[in-house]
């Protein structure tokens, strides 16, 4: 089955700063690239997603680039605020119907 | 904008009790999903619904688990015999289809066996 590896586990930037946050896949049936940002009490919340046909992909401060000859994909977020700290995760999916498999998160914290 | 709403927000059960956990997935969504996170670790896909029935399920998804849609709103899933390794968090999540693929997740349900 898919496996889908994220890093790094943690990382802290200072406001106004990038951060990047990388996932690899192991199915390269796999077509359909989700970010999900999570706060404390709260479920994952869509933040971006890419699909296969896509090479990069932009909203505001977020972009997600994926590779899929390297089976690998990233989460940029440009000039971080106080509010982007949270828990990030990527997930991979082979189809458009079918189950997610999640990375293991990435802790972020953006200090002001 | 749309919500998936669970009920209840915390359930505590006594360890081979039954529980129900249910959730309303957004009106116009066709796939249902249920996962879990144990406190820190990953979110780990439990079964996916669609059609009135199962589409996938993983192995954590045995005998003990079942899922109903009893009614056009909602989806509920059900631990038979409940252990102490199924204390976590269960979230419901619903899609649609064509371009909507993402999931909306609901905020979750925090089971504690004891």
């Known amino acids: 089955g898919e496996n889908v590896e994220q890093h790094p586990s943690t990382l802290s930037v200072q406001e106004g700063d990038s951060a990047v946050i990388k996932c690899t896949y192991s199915?390269?049936?796999?077509?359909?690239f989700p970010w999900y940002k999570q706060e404390l009490g709260k479920g994952p919340q869509l933040i971006i997603d890419?699909?296969?046909?896509?090479g990069e992909k932009k909203d505001q401060r977020i972009a997600v680039t994926l590779n899929k000859t390297a089976k690998h994909f990233s989460l940029h977020i440009t000039e971080t605020q106080p509010e982007d700290s949270a828990v990030y995760f990527c997930a991979a999916s082979l189809h458009n119907a079918g189950k997610s498999t999640f990375g293991d998160g990435t802790t972020l914290t953006v200090k002001p | 904008e749309p919500e998936v709403t669970q009920t209840p927000s915390h359930q505590v059960t006594q360890m081979g009790q039954e529980v129900i956990l249910r959730c309303v997935p957004i009106?116009?969504?066709?796939?249902f999903y249920w996962y879990r996170q144990i406190l820190g670790q990953k979110v780990e896909f439990l079964v996916s619904?669609?059609?009135?029935?199962?589409?996938?399920k993983s192995e954590i998804f045995d005998d003990q688990f079942s899922v109903e849609r009893p009614d056009g709103s909602n989806f509920t899933l059900k631990i038979r015999s409940t252990k102490l390794e199924d204390s976590a968090m269960y979230f419901c999540?619903?899609?649609?289809?064509?371009?909507?693929?993402?999931?909306?997740f609901g905020s979750g349900t925090r089971l504690t066996v004891v």
């Open positions: 199915d390269s049936a796999s077509n359909y």
């Open positions: 890419i699909r296969s046909n896509v």
């Open positions: 999540a619903s899609s649609g289809s064509g371009r909507d693929y993402g999931y909306t």
């Open positions: 619904f669609y059609n009135n029935e199962i589409s996938e």
């Open positions: 009106s116009n969504h066709l796939y």
